[in-house]
């Protein structure tokens, strides 16, 4: 999911959570800054960065409107944090604001193909619960996730001047275990149920 060199690189993880990624950051010798929406959150990430002995800011904020300048970081990273809970009308055209020019942007989530094959409640299955039209923004009744098709995301991408470098769908592999309540290993050996997108901004 990293990049080759990150280090000395200022990095900010959008919707951070635990912030284990940026701690991986900080181990590869990256200035990472995490920035959340739960306050609860930033207390487990402090509490790692305590018993693990790594420390870097923490901010609580949204990742859609971050209080940093322009052009403050060399990549923007996101597992699972902007990258699912985020308009991503609003977070991507903010990643790019905030990052260098040839700054990288990576992000994981789950793929729209596995939006598509799971159901209301029980894992993916290999039948299609919904459809691919309308995916953008998906609303579970007490929350909303964001999984927009590929098509509309390239757009987006290329529209906020990124460059697509890669996407990796992910296969689980062999040796997975069956425990995930959303997708069983059997399924995510045959299909992509998450993915990651790495991009350059332009310049
Ligand atoms: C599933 S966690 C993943 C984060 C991290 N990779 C981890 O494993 O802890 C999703 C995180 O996104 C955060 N989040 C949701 N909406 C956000 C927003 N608008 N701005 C910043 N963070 C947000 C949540 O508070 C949560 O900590």
């Not at 903010?94 to 992000?107: D, K, N």
């Not at 992910?170 to 290993?185: K, L, N, R």
Request: glycine letters at 10%.
């Amino acid at each position: 999911m990293l990049p080759g060199d990150v280090s000395g690189m200022n990095t900010i993880e959008l919707g951070c959570g635990t912030a284990y990624v940026s701690a991986w950051l900080a181990r590869a010798g990256a200035r990472p800054v995490g920035i959340d929406v739960s306050e609860k959150q930033l207390a487990t990430a402090r509490a790692m960065q305590g018993e693990f002995g790594i420390d870097f800011p923490l901010v609580l904020g949204n990742a859609e409107k971050v209080p940093y300048e322009d052009n403050t970081f060399g990549l923007a990273i996101s597992e699972y944090g902007a990258s699912l809970w985020c308009d991503p009308y609003r977070w991507i055209p903010e990643a790019a604001r905030l990052l260098v020019p040839g700054g990288r942007l990576v992000f994981m989530r789950y793929s729209p193909l596995f939006a598509m094959c799971v159901p209301s409640e029980g894992p993916a299955s290999t039948n299609l619960s919904r459809g691919q039209f309308g995916l953008t923004r998906l609303d579970q009744g007490n929350h909303v996730q964001f999984i927009l098709p590929h098509g509309e995301m390239l757009r987006l991408l290329r529209s906020c001047g990124f460059v697509v470098e890669d996407l990796i769908e992910i296969q689980a592999p062999q040796t997975a275990h069956e425990g995930y309540a959303e997708v069983s290993a059997g399924w995510a050996r045959q299909w992509p149920s998450e993915e990651i997108w790495k991009a350059r901004l332009a310049g």
